[in-house]
């Protein structure tokens, strides 16, 4: 039996549902899948070298991967031959400049003699700046389901995507890059709490990938090895974490996924050709992946 890992970095659980549905889907194909979730403390890594297929997964975080995730790869990634290797990434738009998110890993991977299978973007709601609707939710939802299922197909018939970067993506992927780093470390202890709200309940000590938050008298401080994923604003109970600069930003209360998609009285489809707005410029990611989904399931008819 074929085993794979996958590494994925999780703040808000976007990227956690897509690996978790991956796994099902290539567990369907004969693999042994195991995951492992990418946060502080680093400790008892599952080595590469004992698997046959490496997954790659993160959140797109202003054009880039989180720099936790990147280094520990770097650090934990043995030199091979030819060994398959596969990245996800989600993101709450489908802009053309989370193509080159990707950049270094690729680098990485090609310096380090590993063959790249994909690169596949999958679309989930934003965690930041603003709720996206329920029936978009649904729709990302079952949209990136029926993409696990693409994934792990071609994963299993070993087959080959290339992803074009163009040159003045990776510019500004890269230029975003250092001030996003930076930023999150300098916006992370201007982080705090509204203490008439506040629980004192810890979730936010848990969620926090970076083990960024302490608690003090009581009540949760921030530091500054923050990675902004915006998990402890998302699911605090009480909407009681202002987190600094942004604040204004946040986004309170998580995507009841599941509830949704069992759900009929919430539209399966929020994207279609009727689409104006912003939304409108989603149009193109649900054509084109649907393709792959249909070409996948043998039921696309070429017109």
Request: proline share 7%.
């Amino acid at each position: 039996m074929p085993r794979a890992i996958i590494y994925f970095y999780s703040g808000t659980n976007n990227t956690a549902i897509a690996a978790q549905m991956i796994q099902s889907e290539l567990q369907n194909k004969g693999y042994e899948v195991d995951l492992f979730q990418i946060r502080k403390p680093l400790d008892k890594i599952p080595a590469p070298i004992s698997y046959d297929v490496l997954g790659l997964g993160y959140p797109i975080h202003a054009f880039n991967p989180p720099q936790l995730f990147l280094s520990t790869i770097k650090r934990i990634l043995p030199t091979a031959h030819n060994k398959p290797v596969f990245i996800f990434k989600t993101a709450g738009e489908p802009f053309c400049l989370n193509n080159a998110s990707s950049w270094s890993l690729m680098r990485l991977l090609k310096k380090r003699g590993y063959q790249l299978l994909m690169d596949t973007h999958l679309l989930m709601p934003y965690n930041i700046l603003f709720r996206y609707p329920f029936a978009l939710a649904k729709q990302m939802y079952v949209h990136t389901r029926k993409m696990a299922m693409v994934i792990a197909n071609d994963i299993a018939n070993n087959k080959v995507t290339k992803r074009k970067i163009y040159p003045w993506t990776w510019l500004v992927m890269i230029t975003i890059r250092y001030v996003l780093y930076w930023g999150a470390r300098i916006n992370g202890p201007f982080f705090h709490v509204k203490k008439d709200r506040c629980l004192q309940c810890g979730l936010c000590q848990k969620l926090c990938p970076s083990s960024n938050i302490k608690f003090k008298n009581g009540y949760p401080r921030f530091f500054f090895d923050c990675s902004m994923c915006m998990a402890c604003t998302m699911y605090c109970p009480t909407d009681a974490i202002r987190p600094g600069v942004i604040s204004w930003m946040r986004v309170s209360g998580g995507y009841p996924f599941q509830e949704l998609h069992n759900d009929p009285q919430v539209p399966s489809e929020y994207i279609n050709k009727k689409t104006k707005g912003y939304f409108k410029s989603f149009r193109s990611y649900y054509e084109k992946t649907q393709k792959l989904i249909d070409d996948s399931t043998g039921n696309y008819i070429q017109r």
